[in-house]
């Protein structure tokens, strides 16, 4: 089963910076795209930013700006580096990976299991 390993949120004053990572666990054969997703309370899940094997990027309007997705393809891991937050970025943010393993090579979605990032006014 292949586990993402997120970290790096936590609580922060406006304007602060925050750095996520997520690492895919296991035997990892490719990797299509990597990014973040969040769901503030009583909110649906948002694309937050994501990023493809390539390199190419795309965010949401919101965060343009402030928030910078990357990632290194030789650690499986994918970071989002969060800068200016506002309190209407507090949310749980949710690792996303759509890859292949070494036991299935046929792509599939994987979801981490959700780190709180609290934007305090």
């Known amino acids: 089963q292949v586990q993402l390993v997120e970290s790096g949120g936590g609580l922060v004053q406006a304007g602060g910076s925050l750095r996520l990572s997520c690492a895919a666990s296991?035997?990892?054969?490719?990797?299509?795209?990597m990014g973040w997703y969040r769901q503030a309370p009583g909110k649906q899940r948002e694309l937050v930013a994501a990023?493809?094997?390539?390199?190419?990027?795309n965010s949401a309007g919101s965060v343009k700006g402030r928030f910078t997705i990357s990632r290194d393809n030789a650690k499986n891991t994918v970071y989002l580096q969060m800068n200016n937050l506002k309190p209407e970025d507090t949310a749980v943010y949710y690792c996303n990976a759509v890859l292949a393993t070494m036991t299935f090579a046929v792509p599939r979605e994987y979801w981490g299991q959700g780190t709180q990032v609290t934007v305090s006014s």
């Open positions: 990023i493809t094997a390539g390199g190419s990027t």
């Open positions: 296991r035997s990892i054969f490719s990797i299509n795209a």
